[in-house]
């Protein structure tokens, strides 16, 4: 049981290159979001998803897009990258979005924008 | 957007303390979770709380739900080396149709 996997788990981008950070999991959840993690500011969310086909912006959604085409798959894509996305960015996934629904995280990507 | 208070930010302890922590709300929870990331992982859910006034216990950790729903906190005893890393707190407000919210982190260091 791999539960959340994000790939890469390191990658060094150029400003103004595009690049898609991907996430899988096998647990059947419904429910995933991405969160990216800066140093003293916590876990902020950046969009998340409750169901395939549907989407939405959470707390720093701008440069980046999400679709959901599978329950399965949630990229994340930075579409033109800038220095202030320099991040640690997590994938996590639920059953779905009830109250009290543990969420499951991935082992994160770190990523350097230069 | 909406966020927690979470204090301390970093603790210093010797090994065999007793630790606490804690996370505050302005508005009404109906979820408090507590998670431990260790050095280059994901957090790892540790204790999850669904009702006002709730204490549950895992291993040497507890945690509880306070009254007013606005509040909660982790106790970690006896701490040992590896409890090192940084403990989350997060929250579901009343709705229930809102993500989670989590907390800037506590950073604990375990001085042998």
């Known amino acids: 049981n791999a539960g959340v996997t994000q790939t890469p788990k390191f990658q060094v981008l150029k400003t103004g290159q595009s690049m898609t950070l991907q996430c899988a999991q096998d647990?059947?959840?419904?429910?995933m979001s991405w969160y990216r993690q800066d140093p003293g500011m916590g876990l902020r969310l950046i969009h998340y998803?409750?169901?395939?086909?549907?989407?939405d912006q959470g707390e720093v959604p701008n440069g980046y897009n999400v679709s959901r085409s599978t329950t399965e798959d949630f990229p994340l894509r930075l579409l033109s990258a800038a220095p202030s996305q320099t991040s640690v960015y997590f994938c996590?996934?639920?059953?779905?979005?009830?109250?009290?629904?543990?969420?499951?995280f991935g082992q994160g990507t770190r990523l350097t924008v230069v | 957007g909406q966020q927690l208070n979470q204090s301390p930010q970093s603790m210093f302890i010797q090994e065999g303390e007793d630790v606490s922590m804690n996370c505050t709300s302005s508005?009404?929870?109906?979820?408090w979770l507590w998670y431990k990331q260790d050095p280059g992982e994901g957090p790892v859910l540790l204790i999850a709380?669904?009702?006002?006034?709730e204490l549950t216990s895992n291993g040497r950790l507890t945690a509880q739900f306070g009254i007013t729903r606005k509040d909660s906190f982790l106790n970690i005893s006896a701490s040992i080396p590896s409890d090192v890393g940084i403990y989350f707190c997060?929250?579901?407000?009343?709705?229930?149709?809102?993500?989670?919210?989590f907390g800037k982190g506590t950073r604990l260091s375990v001085i042998a």
């Open positions: 998803s409750v169901g395939a086909g549907i989407t």
């Open positions: 996590a996934s639920s059953y779905d979005r009830a109250p009290g629904t543990e969420a499951f």
């Open positions: 997060a929250g579901q407000e009343l709705s229930g149709n809102t993500p989670l919210v």
């Open positions: 647990m059947n959840h419904e429910y």
């Open positions: 508005s009404i929870f109906n979820t």
């Open positions: 709380l669904y009702k006002a006034g």
